[in-house]
């Protein structure tokens, strides 16, 4: 016992001589480590009393008092209740005694002679530590049994010293079992289903070796039918004071009749079962004053883009090695469930404060930015979180939600972080979902226009091309920012039937100009390609049949992608992709050039023709001479790869005697013109019949 010093044990002597009341003080004075409190009793009566009504930490008690015998004394008391471990005190070495004391309830046993400061300090911590843990192994166990039984579960307990191992007839009958009954761990092991052995032998050496607080393992055990039934066995291993397991003990739990609770690849408890038990955690709050406890929704980061690039195998793998990284840096108690796609969510209970969710979410947090090794792949990988507490009036799928809302939270500010959700969070999600409905019905109904704005060559200030930009314009709410909406279609896949029709529209439009108002054919128009489309696998298919289809030539087309676009998309299939699109015979544009954090490597690797450089750089220019020289950086970098450069967000004179200084090819920006609706365009193309600019 580590933390005897900081203690007062309170001990009963229970001796008829006063002499050695002052002797038994004397030892334990000398008895380093200990603090105590020494009451003495002389009188049988006196003593038995005291043993059943008072709590003390350890007794000692004379053989012989007076005509009464100590073993009677003992025999008495524990008959009558009491718990306090008593340690029998004699004259002389009697075997037959010895015994006796031992059946009657004695903890320890000394001779009176022989009684040494160290040899009584042996004897206390002995007493005293056994006494304690048979209290807490007893509590555990009657708190176990109650849930035990309320659960319908079969009980085992394994004795490894013995590896006899008993089961309780509950655990028999899950099996099948009547007349066969389970004697030794041999026994149970060679029934489980061989496929799953090595994961029982596992997780039961993660937890012998410390590495998990409890044991948990699912997997399949024959029937007596001669089938095999799935079941969920859970366990807690007991240490001696070497650390070293010597007895185990837990449950076992039929999934047979309901395996849906569970997630087949991770062995997790899915989304059904969590919201149950966060359904009874509501319920014990209600009864429970200050009850805490929290739901941290866990979302990973980039998890798609793995499964695409290294393949579905690799991304199952990955998934169960997320799964065991989560388990392992949870509480005892705490719970772990699998949600859909690479989505965890994980239930605590019975927090000290607010503090203790947030210490946990940063744990996991750091624990998964470690590599993870799978199938000869190194992988990184990050993941964002929402924290939920349950201090309103919540049922379990509110308080998911509000996880869940935060963890979006969390993505739209950068990923790789948590958030803890507020009350303003569920209207800003509610807003977002209206959003997103009227999304739907834009696309639908064809609530879209598209505005074009002209980008002008800074050598001979003509009109060398357009950018088609896509507005939405609500019934009733108006204009609505493509800031406000594009996030949300990238999010919700709906990014990809609106692309498409702004590439066509756009290209439908730039064939009418050349058409009907005789637009200069070396016109170019841009079309930015988002994120999402990268990944279709029929992407340059739709492009080439939306070129064939809007009769526009390929070299009036201009394709921009950011490079963040392309830096978080696999590397090889990108290539591939970009170079089919370049077969078709159009431009490839990288915008936004600059903002990402690897833009020299997406020059080296892609086949670019153009670099827009970020308005971001374009607005300081005249501010310092730093944001000069990097724009500066950036032209000279594209003239040394024979690249178009174009600048975004040209507001200024200044910037555009710079930029032309700096022999940019061409600018766009509010200083020639905003963006414009097609009939702007048509009239602008008909008055300036050379597509100069005026002033």
Request: aromatic share 8%.
């Amino acid at each position: 016992m580590s933390n005897w010093e900081i203690i007062n044990f309170n001990i009963l002597l229970i001796d008829d001589n006063q002499n050695y009341y002052f002797l038994v003080k004397d030892l334990l004075v000398n008895v380093e480590e200990i603090k105590f409190n020494l009451h003495w009793v002389k009188e049988a009566e006196t003593a038995l009393g005291e043993l059943c009504t008072h709590n003390y930490d350890v007794c000692l008690c004379d053989d012989k008092l007076g005509k009464v015998n100590g073993i009677s004394l003992i025999h008495n008391a524990v008959s009558r209740g009491c718990k306090i471990p008593i340690i029998m005190l004699t004259e002389e070495e009697e075997q037959d005694s010895y015994i006796e004391a031992i059946k009657a309830g004695a903890a320890d046993y000394l001779i009176k002679g022989e009684i040494t400061p160290s040899l009584l300090k042996r004897s206390l911590y002995h007493t005293i530590e056994r006494n304690q843990a048979m209290k807490a192994l007893q509590e555990s166990e009657e708190r176990y049994a109650l849930a035990v039984d309320g659960a319908n579960d079969g009980l085992w307990d394994w004795n490894l010293k013995t590896n006899e191992i008993y089961c309780s007839e509950r655990w028999h009958h899950i099996l099948g079992l009547t007349d066969e009954l389970i004697s030794n761990y041999d026994d149970w092991v060679n029934r489980i289903h061989p496929e799953d052995q090595a994961r029982f032998y596992t997780e039961l050496e993660s937890h012998f070796q410390g590495t998990t607080t409890h044991f948990q393992c699912q997997y399949r055990i024959a029937h007596q039918d001669g089938t095999f039934r799935w079941v969920l066995t859970r366990g807690l291993a007991v240490r001696n004071q070497l650390n070293q397991v010597y007895r185990m003990a837990g449950s076992l739990t039929d999934l047979s009749s309901n395996k849906t609770n569970f997630d087949q690849l991770t062995n997790l408890v899915n989304r059904t079962f969590l919201l149950e038990q966060i359904d009874v955690i509501l319920e014990r709050s209600k009864h429970q004053e200050n009850y805490l406890s929290a739901v941290i929704f866990c979302g990973c980061d980039r998890f798609k883009i793995i499964n695409n690039s290294l393949g579905h195998v690799v991304g199952d793998k990955l998934l169960i090695a997320i799964a065991r990284k989560l388990e392992s840096c949870l509480r005892n108690g705490d719970l772990v469930a699998k949600l859909s796609g690479d989505q965890f969510a994980i239930l605590l209970e019975n927090l000290a404060d607010k503090a203790d969710a947030l210490k946990i979410a940063h744990r996991i947090e750091q624990e998964l930015t470690k590599p993870f090794m799978v199938i000869n792949h190194t992988i990184y990988i990050s993941a964002s979180f929402g924290i939920a507490y349950n201090l309103d009036n919540l049922n379990s799928e509110e308080l998911l939600q509000n996880a869940h809302t935060a963890m979006h939270r969390a993505k739209t500010l950068g990923k790789a972080r948590y958030v803890i959700f507020d009350r303003t969070m569920s209207e800003q999600a509610k807003a977002r979902l209206s959003l997103e409905t009227d999304l739907r019905i834009a696309i639908e109904q064809n609530q879209f226009q598209l505005h074009y704005q002209p980008i002008i060559s800074l050598n001979n200030h003509k009109i060398a091309g357009f950018e088609a930009l896509v507005r939405w314009y609500h019934p009733t709410k108006g204009l609505i920012s493509p800031g406000k909406f594009i996030p949300i279609a990238e999010e919700t896949e709906l990014i990809i039937p609106l692309s498409n029709w702004i590439l066509e529209e756009a290209c439908r439009q730039m064939y009418f100009w050349q058409q009907d108002c005789a637009l200069d054919n070396s016109l170019t128009m841009s079309v930015n390609l988002s994120r999402k489309q990268l990944s279709q696998k029929k992407l340059v298919d739709t492009i080439d049949s939306i070129i064939q289809t809007t009769k526009i030539s390929p070299h009036n087309l201009k394709l921009e992608v950011t490079e963040t676009a392309l830096m978080n998309s696999d590397e090889a299939s990108a290539t591939k992709l970009l170079y089919q699109l370049k077969e078709l015979g159009l431009f490839l544009s990288l915008d936004d050039f600059g903002t990402g954090y690897s833009s020299l490597s997406c020059l080296h690797q892609f086949p670019i023709d153009i670099l827009k450089i970020d308005r971001s750089f374009v607005n300081l220019i005249g501010t310092e001479k730093k944001y000069l020289d990097i724009v500066r950086a950036i032209i000279n970098i594209g003239h040394s790869l024979n690249l178009e450069i174009i600048a975004e967000g040209v507001e200024t004179a200044a910037q555009l005697t710079e930029l032309k200084k700096l022999q940019c090819y061409a600018a766009q920006g509010y200083f020639f013109y905003k963006p414009l609706e097609a009939t702007s365009v048509q009239e602008l193309i008909i008055n300036n019949s050379d597509s100069s600019i005026a002033n």
